[in-house]
């Protein structure tokens, strides 16, 4: 059965320095992978999805995601964080049997601290 | 921005009534899904639909029932609303097509719901 595991449910790093959110899948087949933003009282934004083309995965605002199929991971990281970063971060996992579903990681709430 | 609209973005409603939340869309888009998000919990999916009038359950059905009559439009209906329907309800809308995806979700604004 397809699963999503966020190690961490909060997250706090200064401005300018790096950000990683873990993510671990569990998967019966080769997954689908997305990364999805919410800030505060808003809905789901796509920050990158993993297509198998390409295991490094460059999305929106500098942030990206390595596919690593030996650690069933796929961490979402950026160099250098910004204020406008502080939201809540989800990682997906999707699944095809017979129709498209998705299951959701149970977030991290990232925190950037001036 | 996908073309996805929530109605209403707030309800406060009582126990014991029906409710319904809509869902619209103008993206043409298959797959519709209606999920509730609770602190702790992620989005859990209600239901989702994947063609007109062709809908199935997710993993927190109980109590909540949905139609699609028309491919922009997806109902989520609460048949008699009680407190542990308190939540944020998100939909969302997929490509879906025949082939394999990735296929991302694209989200509305989300409906605020209180049931006192």
């Known amino acids: 059965a397809q699963s999503v595991t966020q190690l961490d449910s909060h997250v706090s790093v200064s401005e300018g320095t790096p950000v990683l959110l873990r993510c671990n899948y569990s998967?019966?087949?080769?997954?689908?992978l997305f990364w999805y933003v919410q800030h505060p009282n808003k809905g789901l934004q796509l920050l990158l999805k993993?297509?198998?083309?390409?295991?490094l995965v460059k999305g929106i605002n500098g942030f990206e995601a390595e596919f690593k199929k030996s650690e069933t991971s796929f961490h979402l990281t950026k160099p250098s964080a910004h204020m406008s970063d502080a939201a809540e971060y989800f990682c997906v996992v999707s699944l095809f049997s017979g129709t498209y579903k998705y299951i959701f990681g149970t977030g991290t709430r990232l925190k950037v601290l001036a | 921005d996908a073309g996805i609209t929530q109605s209403p973005r707030h309800k406060v409603t009582e126990t014991g009534t029906p409710v319904t939340l809509r869902c619209h869309q103008t993206e043409n888009h298959r797959y519709m899904y209606w999920y509730r998000q609770d602190p702790g919990h992620g989005l859990r999916l209600i239901h989702y639909s994947y063609g007109v009038k062709d809908t199935d359950k997710g993993e927190v059905s109980d109590g909540y029932s949905v139609s699609r009559s028309k491919t922009e439009d997806f109902l989520l209906t609460l048949e008699s609303a009680t407190s542990s329907q308190t939540s944020v309800y998100f939909c969302?809308?997929?490509?879906?097509?025949?082939?394999?995806?990735?296929?991302?979700?694209?989200f509305g604004p989300g409906t605020r719901l209180t049931v006192t």
């Open positions: 969302a809308i997929s490509e879906g097509r025949e082939e394999r995806g990735p296929y991302e979700q694209y």
């Open positions: 998967s019966s087949y080769s997954p689908s």
């Open positions: 993993y297509t198998s083309a390409a295991t």
